[in-house]
Structures are given as structure tokens and as C-alpha cells.
């Protein structure tokens, strides 16, 4: 799902089933669907792979009242690979480098000669790994 109107399609065709409340986020291509008892969690995935997207469980069968389900690409004019699991990893990474980024690049105290170049290194991978998903 690349687009707002992938996410409206996905959630007109899961709101065709009674009583499901479904709630797409677009940024981490997923969905929150609330679901009555009498629903299963195979019948979300079909819809979601019936609407031209694939879709999976995240944290296994359900529990409780709502199941978690990631869609990703797919569709008639859409092709993006999914991002979850790798989407925590990135923001802990760039969170780690960037603590040392913005002390050596705000404060003169932790600054040392050629810092700019050290500070480049440590930036590389947040701008080009860490930030992957917003360029793409």
C-alpha cells in the first residue's frame, strides 16, 4: 500500500463484512481490524488478498476481539515490499547514532578535530537505512 487510496479500498472491502471495524495505517502498511466472533481471521486475509494486496497475520490467531494484519503490495498499479519487522530496528538505530550526532554537532565541548567527517559517518546510515521507507 503505497497511497490513501489503497488504504480507503482495503477498508471498503473489509467494512462488506458485518460488523468488522478496520482501522488501516498507511505508514506501517497494517491493519487493526475489529472482527465478531463469528468472522475468522482467514476470511480478513482473503478479503484483504481478494482486494489485489497480501496480506498476513502479525501476531499469529487472534485472542481477543481484534486481530492485527499486514497488507502490503499487490494491486493493480501499487508494488511495495512490506516494512514490518524491520521498522522498530530502524528507529532503534537511528535513535542510537543519533544521540552522538546531535551532541557532537550542538555542543563545542564534544567537538574534535575533523568531528564534521566523523559526524557524516554516523549519519549515513540514518539518512540512507534508517530513513529508507520515507524516501521510498
Known amino acids: 500500500m503505497t497511497c490513501a487510496s489503497c488504504v480507503g479500498r482495503v477498508e471498503r472491502k473489509l467494512r462488506k463484512i458485518p460488523g468488522v471495524d478496520p482501522a488501516v495505517n498507511l505508514p506501517l502498511e497494517s491493519a487493526r481490524v475489529i472482527v465478531p466472533d463469528g468472522v475468522s481471521d482467514e476470511q480478513i486475509v482473503e478479503t484483504i488478498n481478494n482486494a489485489g494486496y497480501t496480506a498476513h497475520l502479525k501476531n499469529g490467531p487472534r485472542t481477543g476481539a481484534g486481530t492485527n494484519a499486514s497488507a502490503s503490495g499487490g494491486g493493480n498499479h501499487h508494488s511495495t515490499p512490506s516494512m514490518t519487522g524491520g521498522f522498530t530496528d530502524r528507529i532503534i538505530y537511528a535513535a542510537i547514532l543519533g544521540v552522538p ?10 567537538q574534535f578535530p575533523n568531528w564534521g567527517w566523523v559526524v557524516a559517518i554516523l549519519t549515513a546510515p540514518v539518512a540512507f537505512w534508517c530513513a529508507a521507507p520515507f524516501h521510498r
Not at 551532541?103 to 564534544?110: D, E, H, N
Request: hydrophobic fraction near 70%; charge should be neutral; aromatic fraction near 30%.
Open 101 to 110: 550526532i546531535f551532541l557532537i554537532s550542538m555542543f563545542p565541548s564534544f
